[in-house]
Nanobody
Framework: VQLQASGGGSVQAGGSLRLSCAAS????????MGWFRQAPGKEREFVAG??????????YIADSVKGRFTISRDNAKNTVYLEMNSLKPEDTAVYYC???????????????????WGQGTLVTVSS
């Protein structure tokens, strides 16, 4: 599975960006997909994701971005989107999309369980 992330950039606080992650290769509905981010000097953290398989319809959002970020998917395009609104300087990070087949729910938010990663896209929010 290959993942291509896009949509990062620089915005002022309060602005919006939309990230996209397109999956290709041997990708199917059993894959969970997630967005993670990593700020300088910090660990990679879960932002949002969908679990594959039977729980594919429900989105999971980290508390730190709940109410500001929305995750959606276009199954026909094998693409997941991260809509980011009311951006804050602390949202500045490299954002990565990830995919993994057969994840259980408790593993969705942990980066170590994903083996397929996109290249990362930088989001910079200035105050």
């Amino acid at each position: 599975v290959q993942l291509q992330a896009s949509g990062g950039g620089s915005v002022q606080a309060g602005g919006s960006l939309r990230l996209s992650c397109a999956a290709s290769g041997r990708f199917d509905s059993m894959y969970s997909m997630g967005w993670f981010r990593q700020a300088p000097g910090k660990e990679r953290e879960f932002v949002a994701g969908f679990r594959g398989g039977g729980g594919a319809g429900r989105a999971y959002i980290a508390d730190s971005v709940k109410g500001r970020f929305t995750i959606s998917r276009d199954n026909a395009k094998n693409t997941v989107y991260l809509e980011m609104n009311s951006l804050k300087p602390e949202d500045t990070a490299v954002y990565y999309c990830a995919a993994q087949r057969g994840l259980i729910l408790s593993s969705l938010t942990h980066s170590q369980y994903y083996s397929n990663w996109g290249q990362g896209t930088l989001v910079t929010v200035s105050s």
